[in-house]
């Protein structure tokens, strides 16, 4: 997996707590992204960081922040967490190439 | 919206036989054009790309074809096997400094013995 690695892999929460989830690369890459992926939909993107303290928000942000304060982690957090916002979040690293390096994904149920 | 239109949503093919996904992009602000392949409860990896200067790319079994002008690309599975059954993603990834990926929604393909 590149050197990323994605925690917690399974989380179940409740309808309006705050959740975080974490991801962490040994890579150095520069790049760092966060993705759902519903059925229907491939993957879309959330929040994208280029460096440290450097994010911006991707096409269905409404609900995510991030933070990314060293270059080998990137936090999405979400706020109040909804049912809709259960899915199955990756994160990817790209270095200053094309290639995206996926990590194993957080599979996030919202009861 | 989905800038990037991916089809069919799922295919099954037989041991042997080619299986084709294609994909068309509205944008013309893309790139690279890469394709991805996803086994259940894995994250997706890259299996082949291409840029819109070449109008295809070979590797393996796997071809990518790329018609600029009409802003589609297509992956083709020469001799598919029983472990290409997967999810297969089409992508294009901004010109911008960003560099952010469009993906399209994905094809199942399942391989029949």
């Known amino acids: 997996d590149a050197g990323i690695t994605q925690s917690p892999r399974h989380k179940v929460t409740e309808t309006g707590t705050p959740v975080t989830l974490r991801c962490h690369q040994t890579e150095n890459h520069r790049y760092m992204y966060w993705y759902r992926q519903d059925p229907g939909h491939g993957l879309r993107l959330i929040h994208y960081s280029y460096g440290v303290k450097d994010t911006d928000k991707g096409e269905v942000s409404d609900g995510y922040s991030v933070s990314r304060s060293k270059t080998e982690d990137f936090l999405l957090t979400l706020e109040s967490a909804t049912s809709s916002q259960t899915s199955v979040y990756f994160c990817?690293?790209?270095?200053?190439?094309?290639?995206?390096?996926f990590g194993p994904g957080t599979r996030l149920l919202v009861l | 919206q989905q800038q990037v239109k991916q089809s069919p949503q799922s295919l099954i093919v037989q041991k042997g036989g080619i299986s084709i996904i294609n994909c068309a992009y509205e944008?013309?602000?893309?790139?690279?054009f890469p394709w991805y392949q996803q086994f259940p409860g894995k994250g997706p990896a890259l299996l082949i790309a291409i840029r819109p200067d070449v109008s295809e790319k070979k590797e393996g079994r796997f071809t990518i074809s790329f018609n600029k002008s009409a802003k589609q690309f297509s992956l083709h599975i020469m001799d598919s096997q029983p472990g290409d059954s997967a999810t297969y993603f089409c992508?294009?990834?901004?010109?911008?400094?960003?560099?952010?990926?469009?993906f399209g929604a994905g094809t199942q393909v399942v391989v029949t013995p």
């Open positions: 992508a294009a990834k901004t010109t911008d400094s960003w560099g952010k990926f469009q």
């Open positions: 944008n013309t602000a893309f790139d690279y």
């Open positions: 990817a690293i790209r270095d200053l190439g094309e290639t995206q390096y």
